[in-house]
T-cell receptor, first 118, second 111 residues
Framework: DTGVSQDPRHKITKRGQNVTFRCDPI?????LYWYRQTLGQGPEFLTY????????KSRLLSDRFSAERPKGSFSTLEIQRTEQGDSAMYLC????????????????FGNGTRLTVT | SQELEQSPQSLIVQEGKNLTINCTSS?????LYWYKQKYGEGLIFLMM?????EEKSHEKITAKLDEKKQQSSLHITASQPSHAGIYLC???????????FGTGTRLLVSP
């Protein structure tokens, strides 16, 4: 079980630069999620995919954010024109689809990418 | 305001003592998920509660779901330093394919 892997673990960038993060889910999982977590808070949902289809995006996800999962396997999250307020831990999670209607299968998280915008 | 409120926000206990963490929802709970997070790392899935009155245990950690009270509790018996971390509850509150999380309870276990 290789788990969910995220790359890079840390990213320091200057305001205004673009950054891209990668997530490799557990291989048999067809759902992939992106969350953002700031210090002292729980993770906040950003978006999720079922296979290659992006099914939901949070209002937190401004036009500067874009996520893709082109072949239904790995995913990338790009932030354009970064701002200091984008500094956070970006967490990726994956799960199987299924479970009961109101009780999704448990999410399995990677170790996150910590972004610092200076 | 938070849809999932956790209490206490932080907790320091002496090794060997028992403790309880609560998670209260402002909306109907159909399921409740408990996770643990070590500082600077990802979330580790602990257990999932699906039905009112359900109780699950994993090693020295027990969690219960009270659907009527829209509440879950997580109890650790005979705490150890390895239990230290942030405990987070999550639930499918705003769409049934994703989880909303509480702000977490930070646990320190002193020797």
């Amino acid at each position: 079980d290789t788990g969910v892997s995220q790359d890079p673990r840390h990213k320091i960038t200057k305001r205004g630069q673009n950054v891209t993060f990668r997530c490799d889910p557990i291989s048999e999982h067809n759902r992939l999620y992106w969350y953002r977590q700031t210090l002292g808070q729980g993770p906040e949902f950003l978006t999720y995919f079922q296979n290659e289809a992006q099914l939901e995006k949070s209002r937190l996800l401004s036009d500067r954010f874009s996520a893709e999962r082109p072949k239904g396997s790995f995913s990338t999250l790009e932030i354009q024109r970064t701002e200091q307020g984008d500094s956070a831990m970006y967490l990726c999670a994956s799960s199987l689809s299924g479970g009961e209607v109101f009780r999704p299968a448990p999410l399995h998280f990677g170790n996150g990418t910590r972004l610092t915008v200076t | 305001s938070q849809e999932l409120e956790q209490s206490p926000q932080s907790l320091i206990v002496q090794e060997g003592k028992n403790l309880t963490i609560n998670c209260t929802s402002s909306k109907t709970l159909y399921g409740l998920y408990w996770y643990k997070q070590k500082y600077g790392e990802g979330l580790i899935f602990l257990m999932m509660l699906q039905k009112g009155g359900e109780e699950k245990s994993h090693e020295k950690i027990t969690a219960k779901l009270d659907e009527k009270k829209q509440q879950s509790s997580l109890h650790i018996t005979a705490s150890q330093p390895s239990h230290a971390g942030i405990y987070l509850c999550g639930a499918p509150l705003t769409g049934f394919q994703k989880l909303v999380f509480g702000t977490g309870t930070r646990l320190l276990v002193s020797p």
